[in-house]
């Protein structure tokens, strides 16, 4: 988790091409927000930051 992700990459030759990029990008961003909540959720903290009693 600490360790940098690559980018997603795929040849873009066909629009179908392009969504699927598109597709992995978001998958990808999804589970970073999971990470972030989970980290959060460890470190107590809500998900703007502050501390949760």
């Given at each position: 988790?600490?360790?940098p992700?690559?980018?997603p990459t795929r040849v873009v030759?066909?629009?179908r091409d392009l969504l699927q990029?598109?597709?992995d990008y978001?998958?990808?961003r999804i589970r970073f927000n999971a990470d972030r909540l989970g980290v959060a959720l460890i470190?107590?903290?809500d998900?703007?930051?502050e501390e949760v009693e």
């Open positions: 988790m600490i360790e992700r690559p980018a030759t066909h629009n990029l598109l597709a978001e998958a990808q470190l107590g903290h998900e703007v930051g």
